[in-house]
């Protein structure tokens, strides 16, 4: 059974800097595009940053330049390093994995989620 576990998180003043990770675990085939989304209160669940398997990355125009999302394949580990916090950053910060299960020969896809992160930034 496939299951992400984040750490990471925490309270910090503005521009300061926090590092989440995300491990996954289980029975896993390959793992392709992992992600970060966030949500904050009465707020929509939004993409933060991707990478791929061959580490091309996408972020959130709001993140850009502070945030840097990488992955260790070896360890089926992504990160998210974030800088110059903003109070704007606050949320739930989720990992998201797109991976494979099972053998070559039967392999399923799917997506699976962390249990949640709290970022808290402070004024």
């Known amino acids: 059974q496939v299951q992400l576990v984040e750490s990471g998180g925490g309270l910090v003043q503005a521009g300061g800097s926090l590092r989440l990770s995300c491990a996954a675990s289980?029975?896993?085939?390959?793992?392709?595009?992992m992600g970060w989304y966030r949500q904050a209160p009465g707020n929509q669940r939004e993409l933060v940053a991707t990478?791929?398997?061959?580490?091309?990355?996408n972020y959130e125009d709001s993140v850009k330049g502070r945030f840097t999302i990488s992955r260790d394949n070896a360890k089926n580990t992504v990160y998210l390093q974030m800088n110059s916090l903003k109070p704007e950053d606050t949320a739930v910060y989720y990992c998201?994995?797109?991976?494979?299960?099972?053998?070559?020969?039967?392999?399923?896809?799917?997506?699976?989620w962390g249990q949640g992160t709290q970022v808290t930034v402070s004024s």
């Open positions: 289980g029975t896993i085939f390959s793992i392709d595009t």
């Open positions: 990478i791929t398997s061959g580490k091309n990355t």
């Open positions: 998201n994995v797109d991976l494979y299960t099972g053998t070559i020969f039967s392999i399923k896809r799917g997506t699976y």
